[in-house]
């Protein structure tokens, strides 16, 4: 085309650019872009469009608002398509308040009035960050004026909704949809509703949106049999999942990667290995290559079973097919390695995961610390504690807690005291478990008046104890043959609706059988055990 003389109409080239943008290969489309620019082509508002589009796809929204500048220097007037173009570009860069600003500068100084494809681009950004709230507002602003709401703008709320568990304002809002707007809910409203349901264990309204959702003809797609697979697999339903697979199989919709993850998951989860590698091994002869989430779910399942050389393996077989471990994957070998006592190994890991690009997060600190105050190692976790400086991690009372409570454990209880006294220093807030901790630590030391004082603090400090705290500080109470509280603490528990665990029941049988404790405690006793 761009040999011809003279050259085909701009027309003729645009729609040769909006075939490949439709195929989403939108840097070809740039470089068409470019070759017409150089080429002298007059291109229009229509052609600005289609090369914003480009960029904002391609995650280039700066050079999209480029773009929107040679429009004004070529005296382009900026269309709806244009500025849909540039919102929808700041949405998938989560630039929500820049999205909100340009949106408000295009009603404010009527640049465009916005159409349903804009006020739904802005409604998809509001939900993608659950601002429920001004999402509404934005439906209620379409409904003052002359731009109709669609199902896209209805749905795109109720999915947000269902995924912040908000299910009565989403059926609300279906209601409103259906009822007053008469607009038909379609497979993507339903499959929001069955996720929704299914995340909150609604099992049964959610089989009676699945029968709806075929009473109205609408066929449910891979999405909707997977929410329920996924819903079904955290229950550990795996056999009712299965059951789901096969019904998508006969109706001819062929489950994708992500259901056969869940599956996986499921029975990894259940520790059913062997289920989960048939699984695993299925997907190959069904054409689906297992991807970095699939291998992570099993190097889960084989490490929570402390079937470390299965992990090991496993980890060599992903490694040689060319799949990149991700830091979920290190974080769970580590996991895997401390939990049999492998230090080394774990620490081996934790360095070749620098070495690889894998940048450590919270979490990874978290296991590692974790990981060696439980074999003992507390001088070396404290070593990499101090090693981290001032980091964002440093100033984390989840891992002040698991510091405090492996020095504890390992009888070096004067360090734990010391981290725990360091807190306010630091501006840390103990939180519930931090105390369970000291008042655990010291009950184990027999310094019942400064576990009972600490227990005390927690309600002063806005931190009230729960179920574990009580089951901890009757346990140093009755070990100890400090019984003056123990009535008194029971009552308390009673009051508070807690209930005794089991090994909290068991000490305090032998303590009456032992005749330490009166038999009328008994009566108490049973009203705690559920």
Request: charged share 20%; aromatic share 8%; proline share 3%.
């Amino acid at each position: 085309m761009s040999q011809r003389r003279p050259l085909p109409s701009v027309v003729q080239f645009n729609q040769l650019l909006t075939s490949v943008t439709k195929m989403k290969h939108f840097s070809t489309s740039l470089h068409l872009f470019n070759q017409m620019c150089s080429l002298g082509l007059p291109v229009s508002n229509y052609t600005m469009s289609i090369a914003i589009k480009c960029c904002c796809q391609l995650y280039r929204t700066k050079d999209g608002f480029a773009l929107l500048g040679c429009c004004f220097r070529r005296a382009i007037a900026p269309n709806q398509f244009i500025y849909s173009a540039l919102l929808d570009g700041l949405v998938l860069e989560d630039r929500i308040l820049e999205v909100e600003m340009l949106f408000k500068k295009l009603i404010k100084q009527k640049l465009c009035e916005p159409d349903v494809v804009m006020y739904n681009t802005m409604i998809k950004g509001l939900c993608k960050f659950s601002i429920n709230v001004t999402a509404l507002a934005l439906l209620r602003l379409m409904e003052q004026t002359n731009c109709k709401p669609s199902i896209v703008t209805y749905s795109t709320i109720i999915d947000s909704l269902c995924k912040d568990k908000m299910m009565d304002d989403a059926f609300k809002l279906l209601n409103e949809m259906v009822y007053d707007k008469r607009i038909l809910p379609d497979v993507i409203t339903y499959t929001s509703l069955i996720c929704g349901l299914c995340n909150m264990g609604r099992w049964d309204e959610a089989s009676k949106m699945l029968k709806e959702m075929e009473d109205e003809n609408i066929s449910p797609n891979v999405k909707t049999f997977t929410a329920l697979v996924d819903a079904f697999c955290k229950e550990g339903k795996v056999k009712e999942a299965e059951a789901v697979i096969n019904i998508m199989i006969e109706r001819g919709e062929f489950p994708d990667i992500v259901t056969y993850n869940s599956l996986i998951d499921g029975y990894c989860l259940r520790g059913e290995m062997i289920k989960a590698r048939e699984i695993f091994d299925s997907m190959t002869l069904r054409g689906l290559i297992p991807n970095v989430v699939t291998y992570n779910s099993l190097l889960n399942g084989y490490c929570k079973n402390l079937n470390i050389e299965k992990a090991v393996q496993l980890f060599h077989e992903m490694t040689g097919k060319g799949l990149k471990p991700n830091v979920v994957t290190y974080n769970t070998m580590i996991q895997g390695f401390f939990q049999v006592g492998r230090c080394v190994d774990a620490r081996k890991l934790f360095d070749e995961m620098h070495a690889q690009g894998q940048i450590p997060d919270q979490c990874t600190y978290g296991i590692v610390l974790e990981g060696l105050c439980n074999n003992r190692q507390v001088e070396e976790a404290l070593s990499l504690f101090h090693l981290m400086g001032d980091s964002r991690l440093t100033s984390d009372i989840v891992v002040y807690t698991i510091l405090i409570d492996g020095a504890g454990k390992c009888g070096k209880f004067h360090i734990a005291r010391n981290l725990f006294h360091g807190l306010s220093i630091k501006g840390l807030k103990p939180v519930v478990r931090t105390y369970n901790v000291m008042i655990g630590g010291f009950c184990r030391e027999g310094l019942l008046g400064e576990a009972k004082s600490l227990f005390l603090k927690m309600e002063e400090s806005g931190c009230p104890p729960n179920n574990i705290t009580y089951s901890v500080f009757l346990q140093g109470c009755l070990k100890n043959k400090h019984y003056d509280d123990v009535e008194m603490l029971l009552q308390e528990m009673d009051d508070r609706g807690y209930s005794l665990d089991a090994s909290t029941l068991s000490l305090f049988i032998d303590h009456i059988a032992a005749g330490l404790l009166d038999r009328s405690m008994l009566k108490l006793l049973g009203k705690l055990v559920y």
